[in-house]
């Protein structure tokens, strides 16, 4: 017999000396073995990878759910990427869910096939550059294209990948403000994205260079130049790349130390004000005869109330409008920024466009939306709004084998996707991977002209803000027309671009399938 027992301590007080004799036991263990009690760290360390795998539910995680990364993945795997037993979304209780109103009798119904869809070019329904008159405007093949990602934050693989998928797919590939590498030269055609460090066109003091961009114009196939002002998710602060990420390879493309940290400007030094930007867009576009737009994420309303104001006149203006949402991603930036600073892409883009739109300019300028809308609910929502184009950075990221780890601002990305170090770039195969984003893309591209022709019309440009409604729960649901403040004919293409991509989008057939045409 236990000997405490005998003396009549009482049950409870034997199983708290108990418990703690093992404390202290466990305890001496850790000091003994400081590996064991180290072991705490390696778990935090992959803890990303465990939450998403093993613990996380399919609507939990962020940025993007285990349902969201299932469908990029079967997609860009060509597999069955179909959901069964319904939605598990918790419909019934959550606030802002999107819900896209179908039509019950259409002139363009949509194929129930799978696959069906995918090998449909869908153009913008407007042309870049046309309504100011530039010497290269042209019509886009594709309204989703390859957003700016940097080589330098993206591997030379993933690069490629990127690169060959976008020209298998027909799409536009987004070089990022870290400047043109051979990397981007895979066939694809390119928007050259011009930032606040000017990679790729500055002098040897770092300053913007316009002979070495024009003739760095005329040596690619560059469509069109973007001129990068802020960024969804690092705005009011210039591009970083950790230096342990800047290869030797790195700094001779971008002009800067091997192995040291690269942060860009915060601003430009070639303009310094909305009179100024507009001047150096005309020049811009003069020299090179290309389209020229800027991109830039929303704040302050005043930049936008005196670029639209200055635009009035129809002498000087830019030719596309990136919107940038706070929801997009980056390689690296701090918290607070990534978090908290610029608006969602949604109620950022209804105020731009309606300045726009108020102003009697938004038929002139084509828009493009960037800020994780590569799935199609999003996108749809998009285009709803007004978005002409779109364009897509991480999605394309996980059809080249991302795991969402969330390690890109370390270096040591496990798939290689978002690493410099050659033994983690190794195991990203370009051929397989430029296949999946192509697929992806197609993919998307599929689900946007099924939504499509479920509402009635034949382009996704088409679909209004009155086919989208968000709902709060069970309680009540808005259309985006009521939740922005949108009057009848905002978000659509101008009467005559609606004509022509109907006619494009259904040969043979005559008059537009917008409202007009709608049972």
């Given at each position: 017999m236990d000997w405490r027992k005998a003396v009549g301590i009482p049950a409870a007080a034997v199983a708290a000396v108990a418990s703690y004799d093992l404390l202290q036991r466990k305890h001496s263990l850790l000091r003994?073995?400081?590996?064991?009690?180290?072991?705490?760290?390696?778990?935090?360390a992959i803890g990303p990878e465990l939450r998403q795998y093993i613990v996380a539910g399919n609507d939990e995680e962020r940025p993007f759910t285990r349902d969201q990364r299932r469908w990029i993945?079967?997609?860009?795997?060509?597999?069955?990427?179909?959901?069964?037993?319904?939605?598990d979304n918790d419909i019934e209780r959550t606030d802002g869910y999107t819900v896209i109103k179908h039509r019950t009798f259409s002139q363009v119904p949509p194929s129930a096939a799978p696959h069906s869809g995918e090998d449909v070019a869908i153009p913008s329904a407007k042309i870049l550059g046309g309504p100011r008159g530039r010497a290269k405007a042209f019509r886009p093949g594709s309204v989703v294209n390859i957003s700016a990602m940097s080589f330098g934050s993206l591997s030379a693989a993933a690069v490629v990948a990127m690169n060959k998928g976008a020209a298998a797919a027909g799409c536009l590939h987004n070089t990022g403000e870290g400047g043109l590498s051979p990397y981007h030269r895979n066939g694809a055609d390119l928007v050259f994205q011009i930032g606040t460090a000017y990679f790729g066109c500055r002098d040897a003091d770092g300053r913007f260079d316009l002979d070495r961009?024009?003739?760095?114009?005329?040596?690619?196939?560059?469509?069109?130049?973007?001129i990068k002002l802020s960024q969804g998710a690092k705005p009011g602060l210039g591009g970083l790349l950790p230096g342990a990420k800047v290869t030797e390879e790195i700094a001779g493309i971008r002009g800067v130390p091997a192995g040291r940290d690269v942060v860009s400007p915060s601003r430009h030094t070639a303009f310094h004000d909305v009179d100024t930007l507009l001047d150096f867009v005309e020049l811009l576009a003069a020299r090179t005869g290309l389209p020229v737009g800027i991109k830039a994420a929303v704040g302050d309303p005043r930049f936008w109330q005196v670029l639209v104001d200055r635009m009035r006149s129809g002498e000087r203006g830019v030719d596309f409008v990136t919107i940038d949402g706070g929801e997009g991603g980056t390689g690296a930036a701090p918290l607070v920024f990534a978090d908290t600073v610029s608006l969602p892409f949604r109620s950022g883009f209804a105020r731009v466009y309606r300045q726009f739109a108020e102003a009697g300019l938004a038929e002139r300028v084509t828009f493009i939306g960037s800020g994780k809308l590569g799935l199609p609910d999003n996108a749809v929502a998009a285009m709803a709004?007004?978005?002409?184009?779109?364009?897509?950075?991480?999605?394309?990221?996980?059809?080249?084998?991302?795991?969402?780890?969330?390690?890109?601002?370390?270096?040591?990305?496990?798939?290689?996707?978002?690493?410099?170090?050659?033994?983690?770039?190794?195991?990203?195969?370009?051929?397989?991977?430029?296949?999946?984003?192509?697929?992806?893309l197609r993919a998307l591209r599929r689900d946007l002209l099924k939504v499509s022709q479920g509402c009635g019309v034949a382009h996704p440009s088409l679909i209004t803000s009155d086919d989208v409604e968000i709902a709060d729960g069970n309680r009540r649901s808005v259309t985006l027309t009521e939740l922005y403040g949108y009057r009848e004919g905002w978000g659509l293409p101008g009467p005559t671009d609606q004509e022509e991509i109907t006619r494009i989008m259904t040969p043979g057939a005559s008059g537009s399938t917008g409202a007009a045409t709608r049972y």
């Open positions: 003994n073995f400081p590996v064991i009690g180290h072991a705490r760290y390696f778990i935090e993945y079967a997609s860009a795997k060509q597999q069955n990427n179909t959901f069964g037993f319904g939605t961009l024009v003739a760095l114009t005329e040596s690619a196939p560059i469509k069109a130049l973007e709004l007004g978005c002409d184009m779109l364009n897509v950075a991480r999605e394309p990221m996980f059809a080249v084998g991302c795991i969402q780890a969330q390690k890109c601002h370390t270096d040591t990305c496990p798939t290689g996707v978002a690493s410099q170090k050659p033994w983690l770039q190794r195991g990203l195969d370009v051929p397989s991977k430029a296949d999946r984003v192509e697929q992806y």
